[in-house]
Structures are given as C-alpha cells and as structure tokens.
C-alpha cells in the first residue's frame, strides 16, 4: 500500500512512524477521502473498523425523526471514531458527517484485537493505547451529561465554558464548534443561545467573538465540575 502519512497521533503513542506504517499493512488499513457534509458512517450500520482522522474533521452526532441534530463531539486528525462500535459489532446509535472536507483511515479493529501472525513487536502497546482511548471517550461522554444536566441555558453554558478554560488553563480559549454545532452540543436552541450569550456579555460576564471566548472572572469563581 502507498505510505501513509499520519498526524500526531493517540492510538500509536510510543509507536515510530517507520513501526506504525509497518503495521498498517497488518491491520488492513483503507484511506478514503469525503466532502464537507458527506456521511462517513450513518447510524444503523455496523462497522468492523474504526477511522482515524488523517486531514479535516468530522462530527459525531444524532438526529431524531423530527430533523434535530444532537452533535456528541467532533474529531479533528489524529483522533478516532466508532471504535466500540467496531469492537461489539453493534449497530451505530450516531451518524459520523464531515464537518469539512476530510481523509479518513479506517483499520480493521478485529486486527488490532488479534495478533497477527507476524507477531508485529508493537501490538501490545497498539491494544494499551486502544484500551485508553476509549475510556478517554467514556469520560468525554459523561462529561456532556454533566454538561446538559442544568435546566437552564446560562447553566449549560457555563459548565461548558468553565470546563474549557480549566483544560486550557485560561479564561481566553477557543472552543472547537461553531454557534450551530455548539446549541447541538448543549441541546439547545440556537437562537436562545445566542440570546443568552448576548445577555451574559451585557452582564460582563464573557466576551466572545465566534468560537474565542474570554471568561471576565477570576478563576477562582468558575464552577467545580
């Protein structure tokens, strides 16, 4: 297969690049590149691999039977998606749609999973870092919960935003949606949202402009998580 090219990268944390595109060819890696907007992955499916974002990045996210989109969370390269799915070969609950145009390498999960008969010297450590994704995942969902636990908007938007500005270690930060994808993420409208950020701004409460935001606080008073 052509060499591949991979971004700075979780999965093959402690892998050389010459290692991992040795393994690549064992895991049964397939490049694919897709449009702004087109559907990587669509809910009921099943996939036997999970994808790893080379260049762009795409959105998870749920639409019920009305048109509203919930967005989960949005991967940018390096990162990976529909991991568990590929480990249970249970049906996709999500759609996976390109926030961008994007390339994507999808990687046998079964083969990561399994040793291969090359006995490649890497694998374990493959598996190790596999293992820690997903319950780094597992944490990032429950931290939206958290999130949307408040009833109210201002509530939503001020665990979220106390939360980027601890992870950044500052009250300037930039989140990684856009106002659409950012109601979506909170479930929330998006015109009360802007509302609500308009009134916390009045309040001298934050400033933002697009997705930077700066938190006119002093640390000490962000909310606990």
Not at 21 to 26: E, K, Y
Request: a neutral charge; aromatic letters at 6%; hydrophobic letters at 40%.
């Amino acid at each position: 297969m052509n060499r591949i090219e991979l971004p700075p990268c979780p999965l093959f944390d402690g892998i050389t690049p010459a290692q991992s595109a040795a393994m690549l060819g064992c895991l049964g890696a397939a490049q694919r590149t897709f449009d702004k907007h087109a559907r990587l992955l669509s809910a009921g499916d099943t996939t036997a691999a999970l994808g790893l974002i080379l260049s762009g990045s795409a959105l998870i996210q749920s639409d019920d039977l009305w048109g509203n989109t919930t967005v989960l969370d949005r991967v940018r390269p390096g990162q990976i998606f529909a991991e568990t799915y590929a480990c249970t070969g249970e049906p996709l609950l999500v759609d996976v749609v390109a926030a961008e145009p994007c390339t994507v390498l999808f990687i046998d999960v079964g083969r990561v999973l399994h040793v291969c008969s090359n006995t490649c010297a890497h694998h374990e450590r493959l598996i190790r870092n596999l293992l820690t994704l997903s319950a780094q995942k597992n944490l990032g969902l429950s931290r939206k919960i958290f999130h949307t636990s408040s009833k109210s908007i201002r509530g939503r938007l001020l665990s979220y935003l106390s939360y980027q500005a601890r992870r950044c270690g500052s009250r300037t930060f930039t989140i990684p949606f856009d106002r659409q994808q950012l109601a979506d993420y909170l479930n929330v409208d998006r015109s009360a949202l802007s509302n609500e950020l308009g009134k916390m701004q009045k309040e001298g409460l934050l400033q933002t402009q697009r997705s930077r935001f700066v938190l006119l606080c002093d640390e000490e008073q962000l909310p606990e998580e």
